[in-house]
């Protein structure tokens, strides 16, 4: 006679936090994840500088398009307007400069604002106004660079889980209170 049983189903077994970060690698970068996101952006040492910026603006767009300054500098931007009136309006300075076709017009600010701002054309130039955009990039970006930072750290941290559960002596740090 042959008795069936009926096994109770099985189920992963619950991994807590403190079963994840057992692992010296894992708390490690737990760490270093933390310190990116909340370490505070170094100052900036960059003595203030004069920086100059000629913009050409004409055909809805501006060349350059991008200005990147340090905090602190003094800046002059000349807008040469190539066809018709174009203006230049700078987000979070609230500055804004018109330029007659074919002359210049020049503005000058010191970016004590660090971030990033969009600049804009000001004056109705035609159809494509609205899309006539700039930006004023002042400092270093540190959005930016934490997000990269930790993309670098995640995909590290997806090949090291990877190669420990393949092999989990081999990535093993004996520490003071290890069993073995
Ligand atoms: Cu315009």
């Known amino acids: 006679m042959h008795r069936y049983h009926l096994s109770p189903p ?11 970060f057992k692992s010296r690698g894992r ?27 000629r913009i050409e603006a004409g055909n809805f767009e501006y060349a350059p398009a991008t200005l990147t300054v340090n905090p602190g500098d003094r800046v002059t931007i000349d807008v040469v307007a190539q066809d018709v009136m174009h203006g230049l309006y700078v ?16 503005l000058t600010f010191t970016a004590d604002r660090p971030g990033a701002f969009r600049l804009r054309c000001s004056v109705t130039c035609g159809p494509l106004h609205p899309f006539m955009l700039g930006k004023l990039t002042v400092g270093i970006n540190w959005l930016w660079w934490r997000a990269a930072a930790l993309a670098a750290l995640i995909v590290f ?13 081999s990535l093993s740090l004996p520490g003071p209170g290890s069993p073995r």
């Open 157 to 169: 941290a997806v090949v090291f889980d990877h190669r420990l559960r393949q092999d989990p002596s």
């Open 27 to 53: 708390r490690g970068m737990a760490l270093l994840a933390l310190v990116i996101l909340l370490a505070p952006p170094p100052a900036m040492t960059a003595p203030p500088a004069k920086r100059y910026f």
């Open 91 to 106: 987000d979070g300075y609230g500055l804004s400069v018109t330029a007659e076709p074919g002359r210049t017009a020049r």
């Open 10 to 20: 099985r189920f992963p077994k619950a991994t807590g936090l403190r079963e994840v």
